[in-house]
Antibody, heavy 117, light 107 residues
């Protein structure tokens, strides 16, 4: 089955860290760019960042709101992308989705991250 | 960053109505425009890519048009399952940006 599955969400205190995973199956993960998108409760969609494929040197890019705090990586041998989140703030509370490009046609179900004391 | 402005932010419509949602980019994005549908508790679902290409499996009552800065999503005959929030997104450059969403509600 072609799918993306996010995991690793949970409750974390402000200033803490969390690492999310995005596990892919059923398609050529290694050739895909993976994007992370988040959505706070009742709010719109916000792009977080992306990691390109090996062919594009695993280039990463980030939204200004998370730059220098979040890091995206991938392990093509495990068909998994990661979102390392450090120095978390309450405003990072959201459902985090991963999606593939080209296409943006496949999204995971999301994983909830709650930053609260 | 490219700003994406959707209108209206919400609308009420009846089953069978024709619904039009617009999206304007703050600069030209050629045809790098996608439309998504999102239902409560679910991930966004791609409806239209490259401004006017219907994603596989999406009903033909959905259509998209436009290029440059002005884009339109049309639902030709609203069905009960179409009540949702719709987002536009530009993929012209990084950072990717989304419109604020249009909530389509039952009249």
């Amino acid at each position: 089955e072609v799918q993306l599955v996010e995991s690793g969400g949970g409750l974390v205190q402000p200033g803490g860290s969390l690492k999310l995973s995005c596990a892919a199956s059923g398609f050529s993960f290694s050739g895909s760019t993976i994007h992370w998108v988040r959505q706070a409760s009742g709010k719109g969609l916000e792009w977080v960042g992306r990691i390109r494929s090996k062919a594009d040197s695993y280039a990463t890019a980030y939204a200004a709101s998370v730059k220098d705090r979040f890091t995206i990586s991938r392990d093509d041998s495990k068909n998994t992308a990661y979102l390392q989140m450090n120095s978390l703030k309450t405003e990072d509370t959201a459902v985090y989705y991963c999606t593939r490009h080209p296409g943006f046609d496949l999204w995971g179900r999301g994983t909830l991250v709650t930053v609260s004391s | 960053d490219i700003q994406m402005t959707q209108s209206p932010s919400s609308l009420s419509a009846s089953v069978g109505d024709r619904v039009t949602i617009t999206c304007r980019a703050s600069q030209s994005i050629s045809s790098y425009l996608n439309w998504y549908q999102q239902k409560p508790g679910k991930a966004p679902k791609l409806l239209i890519h490259a401004a006017s290409s219907l994603q596989s499996g999406v009903p033909s009552r959905f259509s998209g048009s436009g290029s440059g800065t002005d884009f339109t999503l049309i639902i030709s005959s609203l069905q009960p399952e179409d009540f949702a929030i719709y987002y536009c997104q530009q993929s012209y450059n990084i950072p990717l940006t989304f419109g604020g969403g249009t909530k389509v509600e039952i009249k």
